[in-house]
């Protein structure tokens, strides 16, 4: 499976933006899905995940009543709304897949991924 990851940008802080991951190739819906980001100098960490069908999601507890996963099945495509962002949200996202039900939260579970969208949150 092929991911794209898009919706990235520069925002001030304290906006929202939604970043979209679209899949070609084979279905989404047989993956978990997962968002991770990484900042300049940073380990790649993990940032919210999705089970097959959308019912279990996880969070990295920076993020939890902030950012919401999301997905789109039918439109083979998973979203991350971020709300309230910091700028210390600021960095590269990736979107990744595995073929596990259970949606795993270390990038070393996940072996598909996007190249990436930068986001950049000035205060």
């Known amino acids: 499976v092929q991911l794209q990851a898009s919706g990235g940008g520069l925002v001030q802080a304290g906006v929202s933006l939604r970043l979209s991951c679209a899949a070609s190739g084979r279905a989404l819906s047989n993956y978990a899905m997962a968002w991770f980001r990484q900042a300049p100098g940073s380990e790649r960490e993990f940032v919210a995940a999705i089970n097959y069908s959308g019912e279990s999601t996880n969070y990295a507890d920076f993020v939890k009543g902030r950012f919401t996963i999301s997905r789109d099945n039918a439109k083979n495509t998973v979203y991350l709304q971020m709300n309230s962002l910091k700028p210390e949200d600021t960095a590269v996202y990736y979107c990744?897949?595995?073929?596990?039900?259970?949606?795993?939260?270390?990038?070393?579970?996940?072996?598909?991924w996007g190249q990436g969208t930068q986001v950049t949150v000035s205060s």
């Open positions: 990744a897949a595995d073929l596990s039900l259970v949606p795993g939260t270390t990038k070393h579970e996940y072996d598909y």
